[in-house]
């Protein structure tokens, strides 16, 4: 069985790795574990290959201090809530870090401002009611949503309260402090709003000149929700200060496409 043998699947992770700040060790197994870059890129399969998987399961676990032990759902949710508290209290160095994520294009960096901002308002029952993956039940299932977290920075996973638990209460380590940059946001936010008629391909557009690193749509997408879900970039009639996020994940645009979008951002077709 081999699985990401090839040097230009080595230098894909290798890249992914720089843009994250993580040691090549970590992200190497845990991209090994669910993607192949060999060839044109596919899901890894194991099937009869199981030690393969277990071991390269047993060098990620190892060096992220992950255990097999039972979590119990209630108790992520107190220790979620926590964390929430935690990171409002250090709001500055989380924007900085977004800023910073956003501008290198780090997945990680750019999911946990995502995250936290999308558990605004959040309380106890809130958080309880989301959804909870069966792959969530043990400490070992959230190597599948930190492989998420890197691969597509949750942009399709962040309804479900295993993904913003590991996202926010299980960091990958950055290998040093990150330095901070310039804020961009509000000269693109002023662009945005001097632009009454542009739409969400336009948004992607206009952030592509301030952000060139940030070049596949699951990552504009993600830093454009980001900002819509902070209250930063909004969406006349759609607010979000007054209400938990997770809540609205039900109300439909009347554009189709837009619906592949999170609240508010999916309404911005409709302003």
């Known amino acids: 069985m081999h699985i990401n043998q090839s040097k230009k699947a080595q230098k894909r992770i290798q890249q992914i790795a720089d843009s994250n700040f ?27 290959k199981k030690d393969v998987f277990d071991s390269l399961s047993s060098q990620i676990k190892s060096k992220l201090q992950i255990s097999n032990n039972h979590l119990q759902k209630d108790e992520c949710v107190e220790k979620l ?12 160095a989380i924007y900085n870090h977004f800023l910073y994520g ?19 308002n959040a309380d106890y029952s809130h958080l309880f009611a989301m959804d909870w993956s069966k792959k969530a039940d043990t400490e ?35 290998k040093f402090d990150l330095p901070q940059v310039e804020d961009w946001v509000a000269n693109f936010v002023a662009e945005v709003k001097a632009s009454p008629k542009i739409n969400l391909t336009g948004l992607r557009k206009l952030l592509q000149n301030y952000l060139p690193n940030a070049k596949k749509l699951s990552q504009e997408q ?13 969406v006349e009639g759609y607010p979000v200060d007054d209400v938990f996020l997770f809540d609205k994940r039900y109300e439909t645009s009347s554009h189709f496409h837009s619906n ?12």
């Open 22 to 48: 993580i040691d090549y060790e970590i992200v190497y197994p845990l991209i090994s574990l669910f993607w192949n870059y060999d060839g044109e890129g596919s899901w890894a399969k194991y099937q009869d």
């Open 81 to 92: 809530l926590q964390e929430l508290a935690v990171r409002k209290s250090n709001g500055e």
């Open 102 to 120: 956003a501008k290198v294009g780090s997945n990680i960096l750019i999911s946990e401002f995502a995250s936290f901002h999308y558990l605004r």
């Open 140 to 174: 070992n299932g959230m190597l599948w949503v930190l492989f998420l977290k890197l691969f597509r920075s949750g942009i399709v996973d962040r309804n479900n309260l295993d993904y913003v638990y590991a996202d926010l209460c299980f960091p990958l380590p950055c």
């Open 222 to 234: 993600s830093i454009l929700e980001s900002l819509a879900f902070a209250n930063i970039l909004k």
């Open 260 to 271: 592949e979008w999170h609240y508010p951002l999916r309404f911005w077709n409709e302003r």
